[in-house]
T-cell receptor, first 111, second 115 residues
């Protein structure tokens, strides 16, 4: 039931782009993206609802492909502050909105 | 507006002991969810409390229990600690669990080490 994230890790130079994928074998109601820096709490980035909606926040955007049950997070012109572990949390529509998280993608941005 | 707070920050216990972790939800939030995060893994859902009632539970044994108080703060209790219980315990508060766009905001976590 756990969503599968890919890649597991990626190293970038400042200014480069990255894509992180999150795939589920079950039908998704929504996908929640978080970034967690070492020793800190996960920080909310955005929610994607089923319907193929694409959302964005500055240079970070995401899409939700309902047919493939997959969400992708796009980081454009990455900055040093983007370094951290990115998690997708999938919501399968249960009443309590339980989130099932993937194992994370470790992103390192080098100067 | 204060964010989600948790106490204590770190805790060391021995196998078989009991532990209580505390969480204060963000102002105006009535829902608290607890997660266990093992090293190198994503958070794993333990249970959720909504208006002082348990509102869903993940795949954790009954020795993991919780409470939510009238001010919507919450406790996680773990009895008969095992070595595998060593992890970061996160709580997340949200405004209204039934909304599809409900966002969960995480606290900084409590690092539990069981020796």
């Amino acid at each position: 039931q756990q969503p599968v994230q890919s890649p597991q890790a990626v190293i970038l130079r400042e200014g480069e782009d990255a894509v992180i994928n999150c795939s589920s074998s079950k039908a998704l109601y929504s996908v929640h993206w978080y970034r967690q820096k070492h020793g800190e709490a996960p920080v909310f980035l955005m929610i994607l609802l089923k319907g193929g909606e694409q959302k964005g926040h500055e240079k970070i955007s995401a899409s939700f492909n309902e047919k493939k049950q997959q969400s992708s997070l796009y980081l454009t012109a990455s900055q040093l502050s983007y370094s951290g572990t990115y998690f997708c949390g999938t919501d399968y529509g249960r009443l309590e909105r339980q989130l099932t998280f993937g194992s994370g993608t470790q992103l390192t941005v080098l100067p | 507006e204060t964010g989600v707070t948790q106490s204590p920050t770190h805790l060391i216990k021995t196998r078989g002991q009991q532990v209580t972790l505390r969480c204060s939800s963000q102002s105006g939030h009535n829902t608290v969810s607890w997660y266990q995060q093992a090293l190198g893994q994503g958070p794993q859902f333990i249970f959720q409390y909504y208006r002082e009632e348990e509102n869903g539970r993940g795949n954790f044994p009954p020795r993991f229990s919780g409470l939510q108080f009238p001010n919507y703060s919450s406790e996680l209790n773990v009895n008969a600690l095992e070595l595998d219980d060593s992890a970061l315990y996160l709580c997340a508060s949200s405004l209204e669990t039934t909304l599809p766009t409900d966002t969960q905001y995480f606290g900084p976590g409590t690092r539990l080490t069981v020796l």
